[in-house]
């Protein structure tokens, strides 16, 4: 009885120090200062996913050449590097309602200007299917960041 009174004990205090260590681990890794937020993009990832995803699309769903694909991604190298600063400020400055709509601003004004240049590079049709596709994309991002 003693014997099963003290490796019971044994096993229990085990269990306690191994919830305790995942739950100090995984309490760890959070971003400090901000709890997570399910189904909820911050601002950084919705920037950077815009780009991502209007990239994937380009060039594994559209039927364009080699050709077509090496001059689009020098422009996406351009845009990558202009998103990347604007990701940046809107983490610095989350929360501020100002900096949002000017990044916001920002980002349309780059998007504007990538797309003039892909204009050069691609047809009519080919600029029409990639700008609804980003259009379509936009909206299921922003009803993504809204509140349920």
Request: glycine share 4%; proline share 3%.
């Given at each position: 009885m003693?014997?099963?009174?003290i ?5 229990f205090?085990?269990a306690?120090i191994f919830i305790?260590g ?8 959070r971003?400090?200062?901000r709890?997570?937020m399910?189904?909820?993009f ?8 815009e780009l ?11 039927n ?7 001059k ?13 600063e604007?990701a940046g400020k ?9 900096t ?19 204009k050069?590079?691609?047809s009519k049709?080919?600029?029409q299917k990639?700008?609804?596709?980003e259009?379509k994309?936009?909206g299921r ?7 349920r």
């Amino acid at each position: 009885m003693k014997r099963v009174l003290i490796t019971s004990t044994a096993i229990f205090f085990v269990a306690v120090i191994f919830i305790l260590g995942v739950q100090y681990t995984t309490q760890a890794q959070r971003e400090e200062g901000r709890p997570p937020m399910p189904g909820m993009f911050d601002m950084k990832s919705q920037i950077m996913s815009e780009l991502e995803t209007s990239w994937t699309y380009l060039s594994l769903d559209m039927n364009i050449t080699d050709e077509q694909l090496i001059k689009a991604r020098l422009i996406y190298q351009e845009s990558w590097v202009k998103y990347k600063e604007l990701a940046g400020k809107s983490e610095q400055e989350s929360g501020d309602r100002e900096t949002m709509q000017s990044v916001r601003s920002e980002l349309d004004k780059y998007k504007s200007k990538r797309n003039e240049k892909l204009k050069d590079i691609f047809s009519k049709e080919e600029m029409q299917k990639l700008t609804e596709y980003e259009n379509k994309s936009q909206g299921r991002n922003q009803r993504r960041m809204m509140p349920r």
